[in-house]
């Protein structure tokens, strides 16, 4: 089993900045490429970004890239999700999630294919 906590949600305002952050423990957390995703009132949830398990890949939702940037401590089994320029429509509740796999991200991961998840936490963005 892997257990991921989520913190660093709260309220900020349009152009702010927030930084998530996911706590990882149980399984060998460099042998999982990690994600965030996020969910919207009344909407499904989507895909945010994804860091392969060495941090060498990367990946964005178009919606998110040049704002929001994914990193990872292996050592200290932490994902971390840095969020600039906000909008009014990154509101949602933010989860983060882990796929063991040593593959390369080259492109979005579907939920589906994510073994565990956190709980999340709320962004609300004021406009």
């Known amino acids: 089993q892997m257990q991921l906590v989520e913190s660093g949600g709260g309220l900020a305002q349009a152009g702010g900045s927030l930084r998530l952050s996911c706590a990882a423990s149980?399984?060998?957390?460099?042998?999982?490429?990690m994600g965030w995703f996020r969910q919207a009132l009344g909407k499904e949830r989507e895909f945010v970004a994804a860091?392969?398990?060495?941090?060498?890949?990367?990946y964005y939702a178009a919606s998110v890239k040049g704002r929001f940037t994914i990193s990872r401590d292996n050592v200290k089994k932490m994902v971390y999700l840095q969020m600039n320029s906000l909008k009014y429509e990154d509101t949602a509740v933010y989860f983060c999630?882990?796929?063991?796999?040593?593959?390369?991200?080259?492109?979005?991961?579907?939920?589906?294919?994510?073994?565990?998840w956190g709980q999340g936490t709320q962004v609300t963005v004021s406009s």
């Open positions: 860091i392969s398990w060495s941090g060498g890949s990367s």
């Open positions: 999630a882990g796929k063991r796999t040593i593959a390369t991200i080259a492109a979005a991961i579907p939920s589906y294919e994510f073994n565990y």
């Open positions: 149980g399984r060998t957390f460099s042998n999982y490429a």
